[in-house]
């Protein structure tokens, strides 16, 4: 059964436990990461068009206004070959309360059926928020397995968590 992490994540000025902190490696790219080393998976990374800007205030306003007009964020590189995979791990980090619109830009462009996903997230308050009752919705055709979600500034130590779902 091969395996596929599929994530986004941002660097640059994000807000950590209430305070504004420069990220260099984004938190779910580290998760992504464990993912795909403890599970053999491949991994790919949606990378928007227009990278999100590294200022915290400017990326939420221009997400906001993503959120508000629910069109599409084009990204970067299509994914070749979702059809040798059966099981999708998809990362994001929650933004207003679910995943990024270049996520749902990702989810939206393909069809899942036959395939499982495992959503998992970071965030500031531990949820993942409307995040698999929205990809239930709209990710065509896929088994969407309970999730994985984690604080951001917590990612370095949830291994065992993180094994507890992975195993299953
Ligand atoms: C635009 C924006 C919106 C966010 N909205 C939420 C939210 O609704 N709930 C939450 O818990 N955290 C929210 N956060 C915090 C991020 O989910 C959190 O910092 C995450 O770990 C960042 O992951 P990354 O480093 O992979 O980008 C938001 C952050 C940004 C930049």
Redesign the pocket.
């Known amino acids: 059964m091969k395996q596929l992490v599929v994530y986004f994540?941002?660097?640059g000025e994000?807000?950590?436990n209430g305070r504004i902190e420069i990220?260099k490696k984004?938190?779910?790219?580290i998760l992504a990461e464990k993912i795909s080393a403890k599970k053999g998976a491949a991994m790919f990374k949606i990378e928007p068009v227009e990278p999100y800007p590294s200022s915290?205030e400017e990326?939420?306003k221009r997400?906001?206004k993503e959120d508000q007009d629910g069109g599409r964020v084009p990204y970067l590189h299509p994914l070749p070959n979702l059809d040798e995979y059966d099981v999708i791990y998809l990362g994001f980090?929650?933004?207003?309360?679910t995943y990024p619109r270049v996520v749902a830009t990702f989810v939206n462009d393909y069809k899942f059926v036959g395939k499982t996903i495992y959503p998992f997230?970071?965030?500031?308050?531990?949820?993942l928020?409307l995040a698999e009752m929205e990809l239930k919705g709209s990710a065509r055709g896929a088994i969407i397995k309970p999730g994985f979600a984690c604080?951001?500034s917590e990612v370095d130590n949830i291994d065992a968590a993180l094994e507890a779902w992975l195993n299953k």
């Open positions: 994540s941002r660097v994000n807000s950590v990220i984004g938190f779910t790219e915290y990326c939420v997400s906001r980090p929650c933004w207003w309360r997230c970071t965030n500031e308050e531990g949820s928020g604080k951001g």
